[in-house]
Each structure stands twice: as structure tokens, then as C-alpha cells.
């Protein structure tokens, strides 16, 4: 193919996509509690091999054999979903080339953040945007190709990729920042269930998984959906056997960072996590492996699939990572 239809091809190639995801084809079957742990869980999609939360590298993460693929949500100006980390996007778009002037500064969850913030586009002004690569140390060889999703876009990405391989592909959203939001009134929750209710996923044996490191919205949300709900917690007064059974009275399983599970690396001891939110009735997910030396510990001297190996001896019930082939990989040896 030609260069320049090459390049069209990617800026069009997901719009066709979405075109085939209303086409015929066997509803796959849902994951139901039955599918095999550990869950494959495509952190911001295949992110280390694409620009995070585009379309192209959720369907990589689903060719490499991710169970599910995972959109953070925030909101634009005109109250619609988009899959970003986090409501500035000057790190992981083009925003500053192309709306220079619309800088600003904000305090979001406490913290003092200068930059461009999704509550301030509409989703047409978003839709001119192209992703680009966060990390300096990863390859930039996609900046600029890929569309900023909306939540629907993902849901849309998923059932044609589903239909198409013969089994569901899983669905893990989370809401960021979900009191800012509502507190500039684009609250998150409602739009999502509408979402997913739209497309018969308001299911306890639903693909899908909805996670938040906030514990008010995922209370609300455990009255308003049968939709399995992941508390995310980082900090130890979070898991302690106590806490953990509270937790259990909201949700199916909570997501913890590695280290609360595996020890820091001046300890290497296993925790009592797994065991002791297992023995409350939640699963544990695991969040977040990458294989480049500034994150993965040094005991497993290089070596990612280590890391897989020692999670899945513990017995934890899903991995979030930026390689999904890695985890994949990890999980048959
Ligand atoms: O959601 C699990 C993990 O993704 C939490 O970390 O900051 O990458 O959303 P973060
Ligand atoms: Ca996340």
C-alpha cells in the first residue's frame, strides 16, 4: 500500500471497525465466574506497544490474548465518556499543538496540575486530537495516528472483536476522578450504566468489570447495577482483614497494587493480602505489571515473566499489565 493511503488507513482503520460492530455474528458467550484465573487485563490497552487508551492498541491487547481491555473514563465539556488516564492530556495527546491557547491551571483531587483538561473540549474539538506516547523510554513510532475513543467506541470496539473471535472480550472501566467530575456536574457513573445498559451489560455474569480507587461511588453503584465492582486500593490500612470485609459488602474483588501483595524488594515476603481478601469472599487483581526497569522489582533480576509466575503462585485472580503477550506468555510456562 502507498504511504499516504497507508497513514489514511490509520486514522479510518477504527472508524470501520465500529461500522462492523453492529454487524451479524453469534453473541459470543459471556465470561461468566467460570473463566479460568488469572484474567488477562490490558492495562490502558496493549500500552506497551501502543499509544495508551486508542482504539488500535485495545485490539492489539485482544490479539495478543487479553481477557479484558481496560478504559479509564473521564468526561468532555458536552458530558461524553472518553478512555483517558486522567483529565489532563498533555502528556498522552497533541492538545498543546493544537489548542495552545486553552492552558490552564487546576486543582484536581487535591493536587495543583497545569495544563488541558477534558471537561474543558467538546467531544468534536477532542475528536481533532491525536494520541502520542507518554513514556519517553517507549517507542513514539504511533504518535500522532490514533482518535481519542469515546466509552462507546470501546464498548462498540469489543462486541465486533468479540463477535469476530468467538468469545467475549471483557470490558474493565474505571472511573477517574468520579467527586471532581460530579462536582463540575459531568458525573461519570450515570453515563456509563446508560452505556452499558444500552447494550444489555447491566449483568452479574456481564464481561465487565467497573473499578474505582474511590469507595462512595462503587457503595452507590452496588445499589444501582449488578455489574461486578473492583475497589482499587494502594494503601495497607485498606486491606487489613477488616477493612477487606467491609469491602465485600459492595463488591466482587479488589484491585491492589503488586507490591501489596509480593513485599517491596528490601522485604521479597509475600503478604497475607490474597489470602486474607479471598478468605472475605473478593478476588484480587493485580495492577500493574511492566517489564522496563523503572518498574518491574529488582528480586526478579530482569526478568517480567518472574514476576508473573510468583503473582499466579500466590493466587491471584487477575493481572493488569502493559504487555499483555508478556503476561500471556508468563501464564503458559
Ligand atoms: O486500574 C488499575 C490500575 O490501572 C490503577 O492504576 O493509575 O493506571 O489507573 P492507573
Ligand atoms: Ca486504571
Known amino acids: 500500500?502507498?504511504?499516504?493511503?497507508?497513514?489514511?488507513?490509520?486514522?479510518?482503520?477504527?472508524?470501520?471497525?465500529?461500522?462492523?460492530?453492529?454487524?451479524?455474528?453469534?453473541?459470543?458467550?459471556?465470561?461468566?465466574?467460570s473463566l479460568a484465573a488469572p484474567l488477562v487485563i490490558a492495562h490502558r490497552g496493549a500500552s506497551g506497544h501502543r499509544p495508551e487508551h486508542t482504539l488500535e492498541g485495545y485490539a492489539l491487547a485482544v490479539q495478543m490474548g487479553a481477557d479484558f481491555i481496560e478504559p479509564d473514563l473521564v468526561s468532555t465539556k458536552d458530558g461524553v465518556l472518553i478512555a483517558r488516564h486522567e483529565n489532563e492530556i498533555g502528556g498522552t495527546t497533541d492538545v498543546a499543538t493544537k489548542f495552545s491557547s486553552r492552558r490552564t491551571r487546576k486543582v484536581i483531587d487535591g493536587d495543583t496540575i497545569n495544563g488541558w483538561f477534558t471537561e474543558d473540549f467538546t467531544l468534536a474539538e477532542l475528536r481533532t486530537l491525536r494520541a502520542k506516547e507518554r513514556l519517553s523510554f517507549r517507542s513514539h513510532a504511533h504518535d500522532g495516528?490514533?482518535?481519542?475513543?469515546?466509552?462507546?467506541?470501546?464498548?462498540?470496539?469489543?462486541?465486533?472483536?468479540?463477535?469476530?473471535?468467538?468469545?467475549?472480550?471483557?470490558?474493565?472501566?474505571?472511573?477517574?476522578?468520579?467527586?471532581?467530575?460530579?462536582?463540575?456536574?459531568?458525573?461519570?457513573?450515570?453515563?456509563?450504566?446508560?452505556?452499558?445498559r444500552a447494550r444489555g451489560l447491566d449483568r452479574a455474569d456481564a464481561p465487565v468489570f467497573i473499578q474505582s480507587f474511590e469507595s462512595g461511588n462503587l457503595r452507590v453503584l452496588a445499589t444501582q447495577t449488578r455489574i461486578r465492582l473492583i475497589q482499587l486500593v494502594s494503601s495497607a490500612p485498606?486491606?487489613?482483614?477488616?477493612?477487606?470485609?467491609?469491602?465485600?459488602?459492595?463488591?466482587?474483588?479488589?484491585?491492589?497494587?503488586?507490591?501489596?501483595?509480593?513485599?517491596?524488594?528490601?522485604?521479597?515476603?509475600?503478604?497475607?493480602?490474597?489470602?486474607?481478601a479471598h478468605d472475605a469472599g473478593l478476588r484480587v487483581?493485580?495492577?500493574?505489571?511492566?517489564?522496563?526497569?523503572?518498574?518491574?522489582?529488582?528480586?526478579?533480576?530482569?526478568?517480567?515473566?518472574?514476576?508473573?509466575?510468583?503473582?499466579?503462585?500466590?493466587?491471584?485472580?487477575?493481572?493488569?499489565?502493559?504487555?499483555?503477550?508478556q503476561i500471556v506468555t508468563g501464564l503458559r510456562k
Open 1 to 33: 500500500m502507498p504511504k499516504r493511503f497507508r497513514s489514511i488507513f490509520r486514522l479510518v482503520a477504527p472508524l470501520m471497525l465500529l461500522a462492523c460492530a453492529s454487524g451479524a455474528g453469534p453473541r459470543p458467550a459471556p465470561i461468566g465466574t
Open 145 to 196: 495516528q490514533f482518535l481519542i475513543p469515546t466509552f462507546d467506541d470501546v464498548l462498540s470496539l469489543a462486541d465486533s472483536l468479540g463477535r469476530r473471535r468467538g468469545r467475549a472480550v471483557g470490558v474493565y472501566p474505571e472511573t477517574k476522578h468520579p467527586t471532581y467530575f460530579r462536582g463540575v456536574g459531568l458525573p461519570i457513573e450515570e453515563p456509563m450504566l446508560r452505556a452499558l
Open 238 to 276: 485498606q486491606v487489613t482483614p477488616t477493612a477487606l470485609r467491609d469491602i465485600a459488602t459492595y463488591a466482587y474483588g479488589v484491585g491492589a497494587n503488586t507490591r501489596q501483595i509480593v513485599g517491596d524488594d528490601s522485604s521479597a515476603v509475600p503478604t497475607s493480602l490474597i489470602a486474607d
Open 285 to 325: 487483581h493485580a495492577w500493574t505489571l511492566r517489564p522496563e526497569p523503572l518498574f518491574l522489582a529488582k528480586r526478579y533480576g530482569g526478568d517480567p515473566l518472574a514476576e508473573v509466575r510468583e503473582l499466579v503462585r500466590l493466587g491471584v485472580d487477575g493481572l493488569f499489565g502493559d504487555y499483555p503477550d
